[in-house]
């Protein structure tokens, strides 16, 4: 065990086996500010001392071989009063130069709280001295740049953004148009109308036309006295509509349903045109499918973490872990999402709400409505259901399925990559960003999943 002298800092207790990661995580934790209180190797470590110490933060070297000592710590790590913190010890051994500076100016963030993760820079800018050349444009310093996601973002608050108070209409824009009664526009019309103003604008009238005579005998109703005004000369009696026309009776509803029992029953029943709600353990809509790798723990810890607890998707992780310790994956991610994580089990339905995390061998079919569990080898991208489906690779994901989910996107689905800080191997995200797929942090991507899952 090891216990710094710095009485000042944030009691940190350090949980990895001795070696190159274990020296690295002390002297970052130093460097950042903490205090190592408790240094020991999780597989002799005593549960009890762990508890009886004053460690505010637990940080835990991830490596195979302390995977069972942490599931026999889960009683004490639980705690509350605990901030669990996880590295990889693979990737912690590996870091050196600005790598490192970048992951201990990361580590003092998350012990002391705030999110100032810039390095120290000299208070004024230092002279431009002239260089020979032409300069560099704006354009050139962002070229590889995924700027997408920060466009969308700008479109989505547009509508916020206050109006210039500055701007005034011509004079002529804000006139009120004219606004007439019905009486003055009758008026009008009936003077644009006028015999004058029509002599005026079309010459003079024609002549009017003869009296109307009386129709032959033959022609003239029978119903009608011959003589009379109606059936002579006048026309204000006339209609299209014959008294005695045919009116086809309605047949009666009752009468039908009597005869035929089918349309009875049809009547009796409520019709409605509201989509029923899916029953329970369908899916409400497609899945999203998580790749991750290498740096992949962290990544998907910081998505799932930004879900909301409705998440009406099912939620497959499929993460390549040496020595197949998924379910300590399992109890790792239900610590930080209020979704209920669970193991995919071959023969399930892949219901809406859950988070699975997916064994090597474990893929996708369809399954009426939905989608279950199988044991298959088989890629799981090309049994999701392309116009309702999100696919999203983070830190580590593998670059030879970059092309799968590139045609996934180009059919309809929704597909994005992890990008900045934290992303310990973009290779894979990276490609989707320059491919035009959007881009962003953890939390950003899990954010977008969130809006666009509701719709």
Known sequence: MFASD??????????????????????????????????DD????????????????VLVALEPAVEDALERLDAVLESPRYTLMFEEAEIIARREGWESQRW????????????????????????????PGMPVRP????????????????????DTVPADGLYFAPAEERQPPEVMSFEELMAKAQAEESPAATAQETGPLPPPLPPLEDPPQGMVDTQVPAG??????????????????????????????????????????????????????????????????????????RLLSGLPEDFARPVLV?????????????????????????????????EAGNVYVLADAVGLEPDGAGLRFVEASAQLITALPVADSAVVMLSGADPALVPEVLAFAAQGGWAAGQTGDGCYDPEAASQLVVAGMPGGDPEYLAGELATRCAQ
């Open 6 to 39: 710095n009485n000042g800092a944030r009691p940190v207790a350090l949980l990895a086996r001795e070696g190159a990661a274990r020296d690295r995580l002390r002297d970052a934790v130093a460097a950042a500010g903490g205090q190592v209180v408790l240094e």
């Open 42 to 57: 999780p597989n002799t470590l005593d549960a009890a001392a762990l508890d009886a110490s004053a460690t505010e933060v």
């Open 104 to 131: 201990i100016r990361h580590l003092a963030a998350k012990l002391q709280g705030h999110g100032n993760v810039l390095p120290p820079g000299p208070e004024d800018d230092a002279a431009l001295q002239p260089e």
């Open 139 to 158: 354009a050139e310093l962002h070229v590889d740049a995924p700027l997408q996601f920060h466009l969308d973002e700008a479109f989505e608050a547009a």
């Open 228 to 301: 009379t005004a109606a059936a002579a000369g006048s026309y204000s009696s006339w209609s299209l509509l014959e008294d005695d026309a045919y009116v086809a009776p309605a047949a009666p509803v009752e009468a039908a349903a009597a005869e035929n029992p089918s349309i009875a029953s049809l009547l009796s029943s409520s019709l409605s045109l509201v989509e029923l709600e899916p029953e329970s353990g369908e899916s409400a809509g497609g899945p999203v499918l998580v790749l991750a790798g290498i740096g992949g723990p962290d990544a998907v810890r």
């Open 318 to 350: 499929q993460m390549r872990l040496d020595g197949g310790r998924y379910a300590n994956l399992v109890k790792q991610m239900a610590r930080v999402t209020a979704l209920p994580v669970l193991l995919a089990v071959p023969g399930q339905p892949a």
